[in-house]
């Protein structure tokens, strides 16, 4: 594939990966060598080095405009560090999210430097936290987020560098939109990974955002095509949890799903748009699917 030309709306496609890693440069070979060696119903192996700059060179390769860069703060210490070099990293094709630990001191006074420096969202994963997505404390962080106008995203479901818990689960998050309804949340792995029927009994119909990322070709066809007709259609999302897939295969997965073209294209770019609190609109020409 040709290179894309991101500044020309003639042949760009209208693409925004809501879920995506990366690491500072001189943290991504330890932390993907680490996470690649870390899963216990899986072998991950990342599709490339970590970095920023592999990520881009990834979206090229995919045909992707932007992508929203998901940081875990696994220890409270980490926090600031995670905040600044997430404001460091923002760009036309970039948009990083932050990430608050539960025990985390202040957490309003974080999110609202957070937002002062552009950053858009935070990422939460119970797992790694320690810390089910409807403890008070994370409560506490997302009505911080909400106050602020951030988003969150949450890891939704099990994953797979552990034994199957219930800390994100699709209940606990339906909890976590009940508390906080005003939050734009994301509850990833079309709402719970490893657990869709779960997600289809507590997620559907719900004002959340649900996306695509380590899903297709792992939840059932019939399943996924039900979540994807019954909720609302601006309420999903393209993402793939690269560099744990590789965008150019997810791309070419989600473009073949049974779904209506323009759903297609809502998915892939207007409601992400929204997700993130930016106006939808779209350049009158865009390049074809």
């Not at 970590?50 to 990520?55: E, K």
């Not at 560090?81 to 990430?99: C, E, G, N, Q, Y």
């Not at 997505?133 to 797979?160: N, S, T």
């Not at 699709?170 to 906080?180: G, I, N, T, Y």
Request: charged share 25%; hydrophobic share 45%.
């Amino acid at each position: 594939m040709a290179k894309p030309d991101f500044a020309n709306p003639e042949t760009a496609r209208m693409i925004l990966d809501v879920h995506t890693h990366a690491f500072p440069d001189k943290l991504a070979a330890t932390a993907t060598a680490k996470l690649e060696a870390g899963g216990l119903w899986l072998a991950p192996r990342a599709t490339y080095d970590g970095t920023v700059r592999g990520l881009v060179a990834s979206m090229d390769r995919a045909g992707i405009r932007r992508a929203i860069v998901c940081s875990v703060a696994t220890r409270p210490e980490q926090v600031m560090r995670i905040t600044d070099w997430s404001a460091s990293i923002i760009s036309d094709r970039i948009v990083p999210l932050a990430s608050l630990h539960p025990d985390f001191a202040s957490p309003e006074a974080e999110i609202e430097r957070a937002a002062a420096m552009g950053i858009k969202g935070l990422k939460f994963h119970a797992q790694y936290a320690g810390c089910a997505v409807d403890d008070p404390r994370v409560i506490r962080i997302a009505r911080a987020a909400a106050k602020a106008d951030l988003a969150m995203l949450f890891h939704a479901g099990y994953d797979l560098a552990y034994e199957k818990d219930d800390l994100a689960s699709p209940e606990r998050l339906r909890r976590v939109h009940e508390a906080v309804p005003d939050l734009r949340m994301i509850a990833a792995h079309m709402g719970g990974w490893e657990c869709w029927d779960e997600a289809a009994r507590h997620l559907l119909g719900l004002p959340v955002y649900l996306e695509t990322s380590f899903t297709i070709g792992r939840c059932p066809a019939d399943l996924l095509a039900r979540i994807l007709d019954r909720h609302p259609h601006d309420r999903l999302l393209f993402g793939t949890d690269a560099p744990w897939t590789d965008q150019t295969e997810e791309v070419a997965k989600f473009l073949a799903l049974p779904i209506p073209e323009d759903l297609k294209r809502r998915m892939l770019w207007d409601n992400a748009l929204a997700y993130l609190g930016e106006n939808p609109a779209r350049p009158p020409h865009i390049a074809p699917l």
